[in-house]
């Protein structure tokens, strides 16, 4: 007997846009579980580990499920809106696209020259006061003390773990969550200020490392509204992940020693 394939959706449907409940919610669903993950199990697990490094390690650990946890929270949202995980249903249900020029419509080419001033600013607002941080819950200074570099040196294992949780941090996780999934989905509640409502949620979010808020706050201005004007989530997945080359590449360095 001859069967009959079902069609699959070979164009996306159009992007739903959230109410205030629905941004909410998908906020914390991303958001609880990192600070829960952060100030709750990973003390816990620290008590079964052994050494000075045991919490980083932990938090390490930890906070890359979460960053895993919010990338299959993408696939789940976009999988229910769209109804297929086709690549090119998923690139444009997330802005997955070279950045477009607003006056002339084109994608990519010249466009792409927006990243380097946005790196640059980035990499500007590294520069400003922050709060005071706990050495142990802070990668970049644990990786300057002492402990830290004796812990990572010649340790390739737990270099492929950091380079992971680079990778869902600002590929698969953050940005593609806050700026792919979130950001073309808020017009509808927030009209032309949706980027700055979502760079609030952005500072918001980071319960897990919550002396950080104000400068993720400026961080995520920077992000969010030139990938709304150039409707490109790659905008800010490019650009922030430029801090995880350069932290990759003091890792590195570190596990070289």
Same mark, same amino acid.
């Given at each position: 007997m001859a069967t009959t394939e079902l069609a699959r959706p070979t164009t996306s449907q159009p992007i739903r846009q959230y109410g205030p409940a629905g941004i909410l919610a998908t906020w914390a669903a991303a958001a609880l579980p990192m600070g829960a993950l952060a100030w709750l199990v990973a003390p816990w697990l620290a008590h079964r $580990?052994?050494?000075p490094t045991a +919490?980083?390690?932990a938090l390490i650990l930890? $906070?890359?499920?979460g +960053? *895993?946890?919010q990338f299959l929270l993408v696939v789940i949202l976009v999988r229910r809106e769209q109804g297929t995980l086709r690549w090119p249903v998923v690139k444009d249900a997330l802005w997955l696209h070279a950045p477009l020029r607003p006056k002339t419509g084109r994608r990519g080419g010249r466009a792409w020259l927006i990243v380097i001033p +946005? *790196?640059?600013a980035l990499a500007a607002e590294e520069m400003l006061p922050i709060l005071p941080t706990p050495v142990t819950r802070d990668m970049g200074l644990f990786l300057s003390s002492h402990a830290g570099q004796s812990f990572l040196s010649g340790n390739w294992g737990w270099f492929a773990i950091i380079i992971a949780l680079q990778i869902f941090n600002t590929v698969l996780g953050e940005e593609l969550l806050f700026r792919g999934l979130l950001l073309p989905r808020m017009a509808g509640t927030f009209g032309r200020w949706d980027w700055a409502a979502n760079g609030v949620l952005f500072a +918001?979010?980071?319960l897990h490392v919550p002396w950080v808020i104000p400068q993720a706050f400026v961080d995520s201005l920077i992000l969010a509204y030139p990938s709304r004007r150039c409707r490109s989530a790659? *905008?800010?997945i490019v650009v922030h992940s430029a801090q995880s080359v350069v932290f990759a590449g003091l890792a590195l360095a570190v596990v070289l020693k």
């Open positions: $580990l052994e050494g +919490l980083p390690r930890m $906070l890359t499920a +960053l *895993i946890w +946005l *790196i640059v +918001l979010y980071h790659l *905008i800010g």
